[in-house]
């Protein structure tokens, strides 16, 4: 569904010319709150200069081009702060940044076709986005507050009852429905012009899924795996 034929990055490689490759590496910085001006640096001299584990950064840049890490990233503590801090910065992306915009789009095209089916194409996406906020608050407010504890002193945790295998099993793929949005707009929805804004509609529906897809893959075989690796430790 999301396979791309893209480069395997490596250490050695220039971040311009990757960038050039997958645009996407763009809002992977972003969630890592690295600035996008990258000069001619390589990989590994971006990660020097940001104090970010060579390795979290190459696995978690090669989920956005389409490959799985063959084994766990997380070396540190500070490589779980930093995971958590992308996914908890991917949050806000989706909270204050896609949200807004996709419901710009779709308030806007029902205000030129106030037609049914336009109504339900906004009731269908709130109601998605709404199962989304409370994903994302549970991530915030149970799961990753946990995984701070895990590498603390689990002694005086007060979530000694939680566990990784009970966030396996609440996580849930959060961008599964954005391909029913999609298919109403390409198959069901009859508009017969606008077709800029039912572009940039559809442009921002991928862009969000995609996202969603490797935020759902970092939890998947990053953390989890980490948080049963600690618990058995």
């Known amino acids: 569904m999301y396979h791309v034929c893209r480069t395997y990055i490596k250490q050695g490689m220039k971040m311009f010319d990757l960038i050039e490759e997958n645009p996407s590496l763009l809002l992977m910085m972003q969630h890592f709150d690295i600035d996008f001006r990258v000069s001619d640096l390589t990989v590994r001299q971006l990660c020097t200069e940001r104090e970010l584990s060579e390795k979290l950064f190459i696995s978690i840049a090669n989920l956005y081009n389409g490959f799985k890490p063959k084994e766990n990233p997380i070396g540190s503590i500070d490589d779980v702060k930093r995971v958590i801090s992308f996914l908890k910065n991917s949050h806000n992306y989706y909270r204050n ?41 549970y991530e ?84 989890i795996p980490f948080g049963y690796r600690m618990e058995k430790a």
């Open 97 to 137: 940044d896609k949200y807004p915009q996709i419901s710009a789009y779709i308030k806007l095209l029902q205000k030129k076709h106030p037609e049914k089916e336009i109504k339900l194409l906004e009731k269908f996406f709130n109601e998605y986005f709404t199962e989304v906020i409370e994903h994302l608050d």
């Open 140 to 223: 915030d407010n149970v799961a990753f507050p946990y995984f701070i504890e895990l590498i603390g002193n689990r002694e005086k945790s007060k979530t000694n009852l939680y566990s990784a295998h009970e966030y396996s099993e609440h996580h849930t793929d959060i961008e599964l429905k954005i391909k029913d949005l999609k298919n109403l707009l390409l198959k069901y929805v009859a508009i017969n012009d606008d077709l800029s804004l039912r572009r940039k509609l559809l442009f921002s529906l991928c862009e969000l899924e995609y996202d969603l897809y490797i935020h759902s893959l970092i939890e998947e075989t990053i953390l």
